[in-house]
């Protein structure tokens, strides 16, 4: 792969003389000036997979490029957002730079302050490079990281859209094909499912908290809506019903026993033990599948978007951000670091190694960084028709964390029999007060 | 004070009260417990009273504290998952307690007898109980897995069916309770075993001598003079058993569902997952008094079956 | 004779759960994933995997977390036995056993209730990117057992040695520190000892008060459960290494753990 890294150095350079000439006469833009923190070290606090070690894994780039010595932490998610959260609240965090999960933390860290507005910086040309500007991010990712003002408290970094894994070899054996809609999936998961030969039709998220965001994907294609204007919560109503009681058949009647304790690791492992024909989760998930010292199923799964539903055909997106705390005392270097890492170099090695999408269209659009995309095409395929119909995956509320637990529960316990509506009904008595005494304080 | 003789001899006992000399009394001991209590003082009581105050407001984290007085005690009971975690906590300190509590007492008594490597025996026998456990539920998750876990595999064996153990609801706390047997019937096996060993042989000399089946020894001799024992034990594993946090967080996070949620899991996910502090604290208290109910419902049955001990026995 | 042979399958039931549990996580360690994932389990593989354990302490800064539980455990036993011990003779020589009771309660309350109040004064302290929250948290766990331990065994020393040195003019502290202290020996290697195990052990502080350098064993090993599934071997070496000092201590020290808590500390409730 070509080293972008000194080329744009030398680019920038280059620029500068011609730029000084200042075509339409305004003054000449100056160049951002990497160099300037140099000799200052920046503590990063991320979350572990790839997009987190993808950037441990280059951080001596972006230390030769702006002299920034960088200590970055890869903590697993549950501890990485308590920890995050624990620090922020003490008002003095030991990290310059947060690795944000939109989906669970943008309103409770928008409520609270705690990320430094970063719109100065961007429209900065001493810190932001010409190329990086706002309307350069997707639609998906202005709502993520803009707050009510239109402010941009985080740069938007990787979307995670959920598709359909499936494995071709098991669907040829048994004459299946390619399910386009979520009857047609569980019709095919049962012809699939084969428990003799430890063949399951369905793997997914069973474990609580966990599966919401498998359970969201349905719920949007059965047409339903997360809030209504009011900002009451409906997940309860006929549409999360019949969601549910999907979810129920998929998981129970075709899916490897246990899976009420799955979170993406175990489905996953069942993907790529060969012992499932389907898994809905993540798109990037794809380099430990293609990976052959980890999966016996190399080459042999497609990639698909997520069947429709009677009301429409979503992907549920979340998405991964990159800020900085307010209370940092050294934002305009961890700025230069949060750029970089929503920069094209990375931005195209978070998409060619299939463990995320950049937010930013250029990247996504660029030919070159297309075709060196690693993954097989189908992947890629499946990532640009999924942005075509993504839809948040959970509610903007500040209690996602409660949300995903109480409701999540309710799901898992369909899994051992109970009645989805009954459960839905008790789960929601349960978070309607929380979710009200959240937006009340 | 030190240089104050005795003005007669007080009986040699042991380990009971400060010698009485001339009226002067114990405090000068003070000085030696001090320095504890100033620990004490610091890491136990201060966070006690933190607690009980914090439990009167409603405070998320990020926001600042707002009095509410018993609000939070009065949303307990209406609060189903934590009534769900009473129970389950319920459930699980039981069988927790029971099971130890008569394997110990058998494993006691077979170490009781004399016989080769007992001590290396012995010492294998109690590595559970000291092994980290967070170590130990990481490998018992692995056992316990459906499809790949040994457990499953050794049922198959001998001719069972394959269990869902830590997956399934109705199984979930059973499994989690075995790890915890496995963990911690040796502590009971060792505090009766010191019970045995206090009883003196006259008396099964003599019994033995009458013609007393083995059986019938343990029955009326040894298991009345090891009661005591037997209620420490279950004390000390009450007490565990209740708080019992690291095997079930490592194991099932509280899951599946919310199905081996105890009430110190519940607490974990208040206060630092939804960071509730204030409600967290209430249920610091409530749990606290729990306990201390159990405990002393524990006490009680001691007291009442010791007046049916042996009367006269040591 | 039919009672030994008796004798001998009762030892095999009991001790079997305990040795074979470890013998199989020593198995788990030393295999490749492909034959952890395998069914039939795998007992001895053909192929032994040290590579596992290399793993783990090429994993970034597994030696400093190693160094970070002996530092916090070391000083948070130091310093119990320094407080806990006398304050035991004390207590044990008062009588006072209502102020048991306050070891009672430290049993009692779980363990994350003190996490908050003391996280907000370390944090007030300035304390918190160093070791010494850790440590002094430690010390509800620590302290509570030197005292609680110290109190039963002073409780059932013969009085008579301290009462003629007092007659003789002793001070207390000199009763203490000559005669008491000495006598003492065995509990205190048993209070150092539990509360040692206890505080290596320790896994709840851990997880909300570690950071990236001050993070101790039991939180270091749980975070391994890593992103790509089926790392069991890692996990299982990780596992073992981290357990493997408490479990060597067991072993040497049993007596004293035995004798300790089968004689003084186990007092009538």
């Not at chain 1, 993954?375 to 959970?394: F, Q, T, Y």
Request: charged letters at 15%; hydrophobic letters at 50%.
């Amino acid at each position: 792969m070509a080293h972008f890294g000194p080329t744009r150095r030398s680019l920038l350079q280059g620029t500068l003389a011609t730029t000084a000439l200042g075509l339409t006469g305004f003054p000449a833009r100056a160049d951002v000036q990497w160099k300037k923190y140099a000799g200052t070290t920046i503590e990063a606090n991320l979350v572990k997979g790839p997009r987190g070690e993808l950037l441990q894994k280059y951080a001596s780039e972006f230390t030769e490029l702006t002299g920034i010595k960088v200590e970055s932490e890869v903590i697993p998610e549950q501890q990485q957002r308590q920890k995050a959260v624990i620090e922020l609240t003490s008002g003095k965090p030991s990290f310059d730079v947060i690795h944000v999960s939109y989906h669970v933390q943008k309103r409770q860290f928008e409520k609270a302050g705690w990320l430094a507005d970063l719109t100065a910086f961007m429209k900065d040309p001493n810190l932001t490079a010409p190329d990086l500007t706002v309307d350069d991010f997707s639609a998906g990712g202005r709502q993520f990281a803009e707050n009510d003002k239109g402010e941009m408290h985080s740069l938007p970094w990787s979307v995670d859209y959920f598709i359909l894994y499936w494995n071709k070899e098991l669907f040829a054996k048994k004459g299946v094909t390619l399910p386009k809609t979520l009857d047609e999936m569980a019709v095919a998961a049962e012809k699939l499912n084969d428990p003799a030969n430890g063949i399951y039709g369905f793997t997914g998220r069973g474990l609580r908290n966990a599966n919401m965001t498998l359970w969201t994907n349905f719920f949007l294609d059965y047409g339903g809506e997360f809030l209504d204007d009011k900002g009451n919560i409906l997940t309860d109503g006929p549409e999360a019903i019949e969601a549910t009681k999907l979810y129920q058949r998929l998981l129970t009647k075709t899916a490897p026993p246990g899976v009420a304790g799955f979170n993406w690791m175990e489905s996953m492992a069942s993907l790529t033990q060969g012992r499932a024909a389907m898994w809905i989760d993540g798109v990037g998930w794809a380099p430990p599948i293609e990976d052959p010292n980890a999966s016996r199923v190399v080459g042999k799964i497609g990639y698909a978007l997520v069947p429709a539903g009677p009301k429409g055909q979503y992907s549920a997106a979340y998405g991964d951000g990159i800020g900085i705390p307010q209370a940092s005392t050294k934002k305009e270097a961890a700025y230069l670091y949060c750029q970089w890492a929503v920069s094209k170099t990375m931005g195209a090695r978070l998409l060619q190694s299939g463990g995320g999408v950049p937010f930013r269209n250029s990247i996504l659009n660029d030919e070159s960084v297309r075709k060196g995309v690693k993954m097989p095409p189908e992947w890629l395929d499946s990532v640009i028709g999924s942005a075509k119909i993504s839809k948040l995956g959970l509610p903007v509320i500040v209690p996602v964390a409660e949300f995903r637990d109480i409701v999540g529960a309710a799901l898992t316990a369909t899994l051992s029999g109970a009645d989805p509506e009954a459960e839905l009904k008790k789960a929601h008595a349960q978070f309607r007060p929380i979710l009200e005494r959240s937006e009340k304080s | 004070m030190s240089g104050i003789a005795a003005s007669e001899q007080t009986p040699a006992r042991s380990g009971t009260a400060a010698p009485d000399i001339g009226g002067w009394q114990p405090p000068s001991y003070w000085p030696f417990v001090v320095p504890a209590l100033i620990v004490v003082l610091a890491v136990i009581i201060f966070p006690w009273a933190y607690t009980i105050w914090m439990s009167l407001h409603e405070w998320k984290v990020g926001s600042p504290p707002t009095f509410v007085g018993l609000a939070n005690y009065i949303r307990l009971p209406s609060d189903t998952r934590f009534v769900e975690s009473v129970w389950h906590t319920l459930v699980y300190t039981l069988l927790s307690v029971a099971l130890p509590l008569l394997l110990g007492t058998l494993a006691a008594v077979v170490f009781h007898t004399k016989f080769p490597m007992r001590g290396f025996l012995r010492g294998l026998f109690i590595l559970p109980m000291m092994a980290t456990p967070v170590a130990i539920a990481l490998v018992w998750t692995m056992m316990f897995h459906p499809q790949l876990g040994i457990l499953n595999y050794l049922l198959s064996l001998i001719g069972l069916p394959p269990q869902l153990w830590v997956f399934h609801p109705a199984t979930v706390i059973p499994s989690l309770v075995l790890v915890e047997t496995w963990q911690w019937t040796p502590l009971v096996m060792l505090i009766v075993l010191g019970g045995l060993a206090a009883i003196p042989a006259e008396p099964y000399e003599s019994a033995l001598i009458d013609g007393a089946t083995r059986w019938q020894v343990f029955r009326y001799i040894s298991l009345p003079l090891i009661m005591p024992f037997l209620f420490i034990a279950a004390m000390i594993r009450m007490i565990d058993a209740v708080k019992s946090f690291d095997i079930i967080f490592a194991i099932t996070q509280g899951g599946p569902g919310t199905a081996s949620e105890t009430i110190n899991l519940y607490l974990y996910s208040v206060a630092f997952v939804y960071y509730d502090v204030g409600y967290a604290s209430a249920i610091v208290v409530v749990f606290f008094a729990l306990i201390v109910a159990l405990a002393g419902a524990l006490l009680r049955l001691r007291q009442t079956t010791h007046w049916n001990d042996a009367g006269g026995v040591a | 004779m039919l009672g030994n042979i008796g004798l001998g399958f009762a030892l095999l039931v009991i001790v079997s759960p305990a040795a074979l549990f470890f013998l199989w996580m020593l198995s788990l360690s030393i295999k490749f994933e492909v034959d952890n994932a395998s069914y039939p389990p795998v007992f001895i593989p053909e192929h032994f995997n040290w590579g596992n354990y290399a793993a783990v302490f090429g994993s970034n800064r597994f030696t400093t977390y190693f160094a970070n539980s002996l530092i916090v455990t070391g000083a948070a036993t130091a310093f119990a036995l320094l407080v806990g011990v006398p304050a035991g003779y004390g207590l044990a020589r008062m009588r006072a056993h209502k102020a048991a009771v306050v070891v009672l309660i430290a049993r009692i309350t779980p363990g994350l209730s003190y996490l908050i109040p003391l996280f907000l004064l370390f944090q007030w302290l300035g304390l918190l990117g160093t070791l010494w929250p850790q440590i002094i948290i430690h010390l509800v766990v620590t302290v509570p057992i030197v005292i609680w331990i110290m109190i039963g065994y002073f409780e059932t020393t013969p009085m008579e040695l301290e009462e003629s040195a007092l007659i003789d003019g002793a001070t207390r502290w000199q009763v203490f520190r000559y005669v008491a202290l000495p006598i003492a020996r065995p509990g205190i290697a048993v209070a150092f000892i539990l509360a040692v195990i206890f505080s290596w052990n320790n896994f709840v502080f851990g997880i909300v008060l570690a950071g990236r350098e001050t993070r101790t064993l039991p939180v270091a090993v749980y975070n391994m459960i890593s992103f790509d599934q089926l790392s069991w071997g890692p996990l299982a070496a990780a596992a073992l290494i981290v357990t493997l000092p408490v479990l060597l201590l067991t072993v040497f020290a049993q007596r004293q753990i035995v004798a300790g808590l089968t004689a003084g500390a186990v007092k009538g409730g």
